[in-house]
């Protein structure tokens, strides 16, 4: 219970409180007083003390400035040299360019002993570069005033001979071994002549490149023997640059080569860089280089055998020749003695040569596969001699390829002998039967058979891959997690997929190279139709097999139609059993992995028939065909799972019967909204019975403006009175029904098109009140509104809200 003291004690304390707050002030105040006073006191010296400040830090090192200094002097005064020679030299006699020079080289090539001593290493190296370059201006004057007459080609090879050895002599001497500089660039000028002597003695390209391929060897030992460092980056680099300079050389001097003679050449160039790249391979097996080597010294070995072959063999035999050769490859694979590096580098270079053989196949095999499809334009023209002439309807021969099918076989056999590793034992059967069936396809046309055998070659060919594909048994061993990552990271068709694939592929050349003449044609799908239907009872092969029977089923009833001579909208009516067949089909597999595939291909069938049918001008069977359309997609719809066709199947029979009505020339378009407004009420009338809840919108809205705003439309356009009448009262039925029922979808669409419609049988007449009235009188009229508008404001708003809340609470 809470206690109130009397009104003169309570009073009393709260003096007693103010007072106690006054005092706490007042010290509070002092205090703020005092520090004010303080801060500024401190300001000033805080000002005057400025803040340490961190020493810049450097941009450059000073070894790195050392080492520009030094260069920059080196390069200065080896231009100086230069333009002494050059410039200055024609005024002093020989015994003072002698003097000069010699006494300037010597002393600067002398030079980095002292500084090397007191451990100078960096100004050591700058000037025994400077001596270097004078040592070549010592060359270049020489030859300018005692050897003028001397062949310019042969004294600069002699000049980097002996450039190159006094440079290797004074890096290897014991006061000088500690420079970097030397070594290198003797290397460097050993690269210039054995190539500049043989171009001085006009030794022919021959020699030239067999000079290059030398100096490359030598580089290479250079670079095998001698340790890491500045001499073996040089080594390396001049072994890969005159390497690949002599054997691009070597190889143009192969291909060119127009006699055994000149080929044999060629090839002993080929097989010394091919030795020069095995021996460094050889001895760098730990190395990253040793698999490039050794593949680049199978793949020169090829060259030269292949090279010799094809100098003496026909131009058909070129490929075969190199295919050959870079099979037998494969035998250094069984020679234990080669590092494992090395026979590994073999191996690929032998797959590389067969994978570019098999690319020289490719343009032949696409000749086989595109080629037929030019029959399309030239349907039952006649059947041609022979299976070439087939084929290259209007794609050219290849030149040279009537050894494709050896190619192709062979490296099939290749992979069925050569390829024993568990895991990529069935993909190489795979590509074995792949080639196999590429051979099939293209031989034919190569041998040029008869038209007929060569259509029975292809069906042979076809049965054989659809029987591979529906009784080649799955693979029963179970891979690991391990295996097929490390393997290959690529995944790669089954063979029964493989085998599906292939199948596929030979039809459709088939089917177009019978359109040759009728029987054909009639007789090749007839019996693809049957061969693909047969197959389609195996379910691994049903999502492909199928289709294609009702895509050549298809085919099949056009062709037959055209046969019976037919009209295109008439052929339309068989090749609606496809879509009938479809669904029938469809419904029988239910959810299994080839229905989606039956139901796409009998919708294309469907399309191609509508595509038939209007083709023509005859209406009637257009409408006729959509509504057949429309009953397949009714009778698809009836499964549980293929309810949302029915949607489809109503849009196909209210585009029928509007296309029954165009034939009609019936112009009304109360004719064709109708037949889309009733089923579409009936249909929102289900739904909301239903479903109380859904939105009259969804339900009634579509059909009523289905009917209500073409009507509109045309009777804005009406001069009659007829069609005004009758919308207004359909309008007004459809305004009460809605105000009836609470329905927000009726009464705005049929209150709105009454509206507009009252409007327009009324503007005659407001048009002639307005012509008659004088011209002050809208502007007049207009104000009075809104000043009405404004006095009636609030009212109005007011009953905007209850018509609101009216029409939310209307469905």
Known sequence: MTHFPPPA??????????????????????????????????APQAASSPAPVAPPRPEASAPRVQNVLLVLGGVLLTIAAMAFTLVSWGHMGIAGRALVLGGVTAAVLAAPVPLLK???????????????????????????????????????????????????????LPRTSELRLPLPAA??????????????????????????????????????????????????????????????????????????????????????????????????VAAKQALGLSVAAGALTVAALGGTARSALPGAWTVPAYLVCGIALLAAVRVDRLPEAVRAGLTRASAAVQGLALLWTLPLVGVALVGPLGWAEQVWSGAPDGMREAVTVD???????????????????????????????????????????????????????????????????????????????????PETQEEPAAASPVAFPTPRATATVLALLTSLPLAFLSLTTEAATLSVLSALTALFAAASWKPHLAPVTAPTAL???????????????????????????????????????????????????????????????????????????????????????????????????AGLFVLATWVRL???DIGTPEAYTLPVTVPALL??????????????????????????????????????WTRPLLLGLAALAVTLLGAQHHLKAPLLLGGTVLALDALHELAPYIVQVTDALPRWVPPALAGLLLLAIGATYEQRLRDARRMRDFLGNMH
Not at 406 to 434: E, F, H, K, N
Not at 445 to 474: D, F, H, K, Q, S
Not at 605 to 633: F, H, K, P
């Open 395 to 477: 794609a050219p021969w290849p030149p040279d390829a009537e050894t494709v099918p050896v190619v192709l076989a062979v490296v099939a056999v290749v992979l069925l002998l050569a390829v024993r590793d568990a895991v990529w034992r069935p993909r190489a059967l795979t590509g074995a039967a792949s080639l196999a069936w590429a051979t099939a396809l293209v031989l034919p046309a190569v041998l040029e058979v008869p038209y007929a055998v060569g259509l029975v070659a292809l069906g042979i060919t076809t049965v054989g891959a659809l029987a591979a594909a529906m009784w080649i048994r799955p693979s029963e061993r």
């Open 683 to 720: 249909v929102g009338a289900l739904r909301r019975r239903r479903d109380p809840e859904a939105s009259s919108w969804s339900a009634y809205g579509p059909g009523l403006a289905a009917t209500l705003v073409p009507s509109l439309l045309a009777a804005w356009g009406d001069a009659h």
């Open 118 to 172: 007191r451990g100078l290493r960096s100004t050591a190296e700058s000037v025994a570069g400077l001596g270097l370059a004078l040592t070549v201006l010592d060359a270049y004057a020489l030859h300018e005033a005692a050897l003028a007459d001397v062949d310019t080609t042969g004294y600069v090879a002699a000049a980097s001979a002996v450039l190159a050895a006094l440079w290797t002599a004074y890096g290897l």
């Open 551 to 649: 895509a050549y089923a298809a085919g099949l009833a056009c062709a037959a139609g055209a046969a019976a001579g037919w009209e295109p909208q008439y052929i339309a009516l068989p090749v609606l059993a496809v879509p009938v067949a479809a669904a029938l089909l469809a419904a029988r597999l239910g959810d299994g992995p080839a229905t989606v595939p039956v139901e796409v291909t009998g919708a294309l069938a469907a399309l191609l028939a509508v595509g038939l049918a209007a083709a023509s001008a005859d209406l009637a069977m257009v409408a006729l065909v959509l509504a057949l359309c429309g009953v397949i997609t009714a009778g698809t719809a009836i499964r549980p799972e293929r309810r949302p066709v029915a949607y489809a199947s």
């Open 187 to 284: 290397l460097a000028a050993a690269q210039l002549p054995l190539t500049l002597w043989a171009v001085a003695a006009d030794a022919g390209l021959f020699a030239i490149t067999a000079a290059v391929l030398v100096t490359a060897g030598f580089d290479a030992g250079v670079a095998l023997r001698v340790p890491a460092g500045s001499v073996r980056i040089t080594a390396v680099i001049g072994a890969y640059g005159m390497g690949a300079w002599g054997v691009w050389a070597a190889g143009w001097l192969s291909w060119t080569a127009t006699g055994p003679s000149a080929a044999a050449r060629a090839a002993a160039l080929l097989l010394l860089a091919a030795g020069i790249a095995l021996t460094a391979a050889w001895q760098e």
């Open 662 to 664: 165009a034939a009609w």
């Open 9 to 42: 004690e309570e009073l009393r304390l709260l003096d007693l409180e103010l007072r106690q707050l006054d005092a706490r002030r007042a010290q509070l105040l002092h205090r703020r007083a005092w520090l004010v006073t303080a801060l500024q006191a401190a």
